[in-house]
């Protein structure tokens, strides 16, 4: 079963309004989050991660809220540019860091 | 939901074995699988791109002798790492996907180390 969902296949956004992407999680003993984002043809690359001590995690025009209680996380990019179109996917780890469990991405498209 | 199971999630092995890493999709057909490994800042990097009834497409910098891809079926690849070393230690994952879907399904990963 999916452990971690990420429910919107695509998003699209006009340039400079605030992106928002979510993520939901089933296993309560995750405890570190990762966002990757995806250009076609290449790897994911590491873009912002949060551990399960903090609620809020900002970098630059990134930021990763993570609500545990309702095992939600959400990636805020603002503001949206055009180089910002990717496909983005959300991770979750246990705190042996053995195992990595990945959204299956959302598709964002920044409208110029 | 898509699932993808990865196994060994760990293996430790000796300098000079090989080690082979099962991906298989457990209720839908694969026909694009991708292997990844992970570095440093937690970045992926693509090694190599099999498609159904294909051979694999290496990234540039990936020995395809020395990490054997096979994609033997709609549901199975594996990755083999040949005669290994320890600077092969790291963290391997690999993705599927099918034509009909736009999303990406990972396994859970495999921590290597090579002693």
């Known amino acids: 079963d999916q452990q971690v969902k990420q429910n919107s296949p695509s998003l699209s956004v006009q340039e400079g309004r605030i992106s928002i992407l979510n993520c939901d999680y089933t296993?309560?003993?995750?405890?570190?989050f990762l966002w990757y984002k995806k250009y076609p043809a290449e790897g994911p690359t590491f873009l912002i991660s949060?551990?399960?001590?903090?609620d809020k995690n900002e970098d630059g025009r990134f930021t990763v809220f993570l609500n545990k209680s309702a095992k939600h996380l959400s990636l805020h990019i603002v503001p949206s540019q055009p180089g910002d179109s990717a496909v983005y996917f959300c991770?979750?780890?246990?705190?042996?860091?053995?195992?990595?469990?990945f959204g299956t991405g959302t598709s964002l498209t920044v409208i110029p | 939901g898509a699932v993808v199971s990865q196994h060994p999630s760990r293996v430790i092995c000796k300098s000079g074995t090989s080690v082979k890493i099962e991906c298989r999709s457990l209720?839908?057909?694969?026909?694009?699988m991708f292997w990844y490994r992970q570095f440093p800042k937690q970045s992926l990097m693509l090694m190599a791109t099999?498609?159904?009834?294909?051979?694999?497409?290496?990234e540039q910098g990936v020995e395809k002798d020395k990490f054997l891809i096979n994609h033997a079926s709609l549901t199975l690849s594996t990755l083999t790492v040949t005669s290994a070393h320890p600077e092969d230690s790291s963290f391997y994952i690999c993705?599927?996907?099918?034509?009909?879907?736009?999303?990406?399904?990972f396994g859970s990963g495999t921590r290597l180390t090579v002693v």
């Open positions: 949060i551990s399960s001590i903090k």
């Open positions: 296993n309560s003993m995750f405890d570190y």
């Open positions: 993705s599927a996907s099918t034509r009909a879907s736009y999303g990406y399904t």
């Open positions: 099999s498609n159904e009834g294909s051979k694999a497409t290496y």
């Open positions: 991770a979750a780890s246990g705190y042996t860091g053995n195992q990595f469990y």
């Open positions: 209720d839908f057909q694969a026909t694009t």
